[in-house]
């Protein structure tokens, strides 16, 4: 009897020696292929709602190309398999996330107001339906899919702890915070302003989390940061 492992070894096989090649019309010959940026959204906007309604494992290959309106050569000249379109996805709403909330430190604001308009909408987004089905997608097939969850969580170089410490180096050099690991900082912070929130989500004890409780929960976060690192008048 063929085993799981293999039969999936054999289809991915297959699936490489079936993709086609793009010609570049240019004439310059054969060119990498995937490099319509317009096509390769629209694969992912499809594969977004598929998982959106499927587990990992229900949705296939073949739903996803019929949501995106491609061909399932199409799909794989962008994608190698589900694992690797999956991870693009995420990388692609962690980026989108990550410019949000970079934008909202903004150097020249008071640091409230920055670590403010920063903790509200990273706290909205870790909260959002897509995020904890994300989330729950790879913990249900962490322990037979471990590179999967492995890649979920190093999609891209940049999230919003980074993006924090960045900030938070910033205004140390300033001197306007006193701060003597900004990483371990950056951290509290994003604890403190998701505190009993995205554990309720994550593990499905509420649907939902209103804006008042997140802005309730952002604007202590930072009365304890700052009294734990704001500078005081009058000392160093």
Do not use: W
Not at 37 to 60: T, W
Not at 203 to 230: H, P, Q, T
Request: charge should be neutral.
């Amino acid at each position: 009897m063929v085993s799981a492992k293999s039969a999936e070894q054999e289809k991915t096989l297959q699936d490489r020696q079936e993709r086609p090649y793009q010609e570049n019309p240019s004439g310059g010959g054969r060119h990498a292929a995937g490099e319509d940026p317009v096509k390769r959204e629209r694969i992912l906007d499809g594969a977004k709602r598929v998982f959106m309604r499927s587990s990992f494992d229900a949705a296939s290959m073949n739903d996803i190309t019929r949501e995106a309106g491609v061909s399932k050569g199409t799909l794989y000249v962008y994608f190698e398999n589900k694992e690797d379109l999956f991870t693009a996805l995420i990388a692609r709403e962690r980026n989108i996330i990550v410019n949000s909330v970079k934008q909202s430190l903004n150097g020249n604001e008071p640091i409230e107001e920055a670590l403010h308009a920063f903790g509200v909408k990273l706290v909205t987004s870790i909260t959002s339906d897509y995020t904890i089905r994300a989330m729950r997608t790879v913990l249900g097939v962490i322990d037979r899919m471990p590179r999967l969850a492995q890649r979920f969580f190093t999609a891209t170089p940049e999230n919003g702890y980074t993006v924090l410490k960045a900030y938070l180096d910033q205004q140390v050099s300033a001197g306007t915070l006193s701060i003597e690991d900004t990483e371990i900082a950056a951290k509290q912070f994003i604890d403190l302003a998701m505190a009993g929130m995205f554990k309720g989500r994550l593990f499905g004890m509420c649907d939902a989390v209103s804006a008042e409780s997140i802005e309730k929960n952002v604007r202590s976060a930072i009365r304890v940061f700052l009294a734990a690192y704001g500078k005081r008048s009058g000392k160093e």
